[in-house]
């Protein structure tokens, strides 16, 4: 069974700057995609950026030039640096893994981001 664990949330100004941790576990074959999505305040959860095991990403258009994600899979780790942080960032982050050979993904219990002055 995948767990993700994620840490690194909290309140920041804006302008600020975060990094988002995901620890995963549960695969013994990897994971082909690791990423982060998020949910604003009454709003759906929305993607943020994912990152393949070939090294192939995909960011959101609102968070482009501004969030990195990187991943370290002799770990099992994803990260997401978060840079010039703005308020309609404010949301509950969630880790997002899918492991290799499995067609579900999994999701970590969120992490709380406060862009606030």
């Known amino acids: 069974q995948v767990h993700l664990l994620e840490s690194g949330g909290g309140l920041v100004q804006p302008g600020g700057s975060l990094r988002l941790s995901c620890a995963a576990s549960?695969?013994?074959?990897?994971?082909?995609?690791m990423g982060w999505y998020r949910r604003p305040p009454g709003k759906q959860r929305e993607l943020v950026a994912l990152?393949?095991?070939?090294?192939?990403?995909n960011y959101a258009d609102s968070v482009q030039g501004r969030f990195t994600i990187s991943r370290d899979d002799a770990k099992n780790t994803v990260s997401l640096h978060m840079n010039s942080l703005k308020p309609e960032d404010t949301a509950v982050y969630y880790c997002?893994?899918?492991?290799?050979?499995?067609?579900?993904?999994?999701w970590g219990q969120g992490t709380q981001v406060t862009v606030s002055s």
């Open positions: 990152m393949s095991s070939a090294g192939s990403t």
């Open positions: 549960g695969s013994t074959g990897g994971f082909a995609i």
């Open positions: 997002y893994a899918l492991a290799s050979g499995l067609v579900g993904g999994s």
